[in-house]
């Protein structure tokens, strides 16, 4: 599912494409190419994030994005570029069946009805989900009805149009052709349909990635998006408050919550036991709304790489929590140590791979 805000701005789609995930702490690039029916991840970048004032600055963007370029070896003027949790809106709704385009406008006039808040400035996209068969050798389901007018599920998102216009100049300004804007929740979700397809298709599952400020909650159920949700606990917090009840630095506090130092694992633990209750909440609606349990929960993001949060998580919430990387799919063609560094950072660069694939 691409939902660019911004889409294919080439005649013709490039067979490489850099894209790029803008994170809080650190921006996370893979360059991707496609060979036939193949996708190849040819080099990856992790680049520090500037850090922002209040006021978004399209001027610093263009330098960032420029630097990106550069640590990646300037390979391509193609850019895919990931728009942020806070930045795009992401919602399941019922629309009539009209084009897409009737959608988008239909959207606009009515973002009260649709969305349940008012979004002035905004552009939107949509993206239909096909009627799925509830069991082996099913017919499939039928449009929703509602008033004898057939309806169909739809994933929209939006995105204010001067954000999207800020990326568009801040990548060109850069020397970069912005190919597609996209919103980064999708991200992880497109990378995990092509990583554990039969998982995908099959299973009711939650993909919870674990950024440096932020975490995104979505739950697939059996291939169709169904709730997303961000929560504003990260890394960020966890280290701070690990740092804080250990009376240890910032740097001591990372690398107690990643290593197994047991001194830390009842400090940890009042630090993960939020992000577990809200987590717990996000599974308990879909299960009471849809009768169904979510049968995985596949964590993502820098904090991935702790089994001890993993294992916190899984104590929360009663249901496998597991690691999981995007690379699975992919031709591996990096360079020297990146090599054999992408099975370590893999997990974190699910963003950027999903935000590539919409594109290429």
């Known amino acids: 599912m691409a939902l660019p ?3 294919g701005l080439s005649k013709k789609r490039p067979t490489q494409m850099m894209a790029v995930d803008l994170g809080s702490r650190t921006t996370k690039a893979v360059l991707m190419e496609r060979r036939g029916d193949t996708l190849a991840l040819l080099r990856y970048a992790m680049v520090d994030a500037p850090i922002y004032d209040k006021k978004f600055s399209a001027d610093l963007l263009s330098d960032h994005l420029r630097t990106v370029s550069e640590a990646m070896g300037n390979p391509t003027k193609y850019v895919t570029l990931a728009v942020g949790l806070d930045d795009a809106v992401v919602r399941m709704v019922e629309l009539p069946q009209i ?5 988008r406008m239909v ?3 009515n973002t009260k009805g649709y969305l349940q808040q008012d979004l002035p400035n905004h552009v939107f996209d949509c993206y239909i989900f096909p009627p799925k068969a509830d069991a082996p050798g099913a017919k499939p389901a039928e449009p929703v009805k509602s008033a004898g007018i057939p309806k169909l599920k739809v994933l929209v998102t939006g995105a204010k149009q001067q954000l999207v216009s800020d990326f568009e100049m801040a990548a060109k300004n850069a020397g970069l052709i912005p190919d597609h804007i996209v919103p980064g929740l999708i991200g992880p979700v497109n990378a995990f349909e092509m990583a554990l397809p039969q998982v995908f298709v099959n299973d009711s599952v939650a993909l919870v990635d674990i950024g440096f400020k932020q975490t995104s909650i979505c739950i697939l159920d059996r291939g169709e998006f169904v709730l997303s949700r961000v929560v504003n606990i990260g890394g960020d917090k966890l280290t701070a408050g690990l740092a804080e009840a250990m009376n240890v630095t910032y740097a ?3 690398g107690a919550k990643v290593g197994m130092s047991p001194e830390s694992k009842s400090a940890l633990e009042m630090q993960v036991m939020p992000l577990g209750r809200e987590l717990r909440a996000s599974l308990d609606f879909f299960e009471h709304q849809q009768d169904r349990p979510v049968q995985q929960i596949y ?3 820098g904090a991935a790489k702790s089994e001890m949060i993993l294992g916190m998580l899984h104590a ?3 249901a496998e929590c597991k690691t999981w990387s995007p690379i ?3 031709q591996l063609a990096l360079p020297g140590q990146q090599a054999v560094e992408i099975e370590h950072v893999g997990p974190q660069l699910n963003v950027a791979i999903g935000a590539a694939l ?3």
């Open 299 to 301: 964590v993502s993001g």
């Open 358 to 360: 919409a594109a290429i």
């Open 316 to 318: 929360e919430m009663v």
């Open 107 to 109: 959207l606009k006039n």
């Open 99 to 103: 084009p897409i385009s009737e959608m």
């Open 252 to 254: 001591e506090a990372e």
């Open 5 to 7: 805000f911004l889409n």
């Open 328 to 330: 699975g799919f992919l």
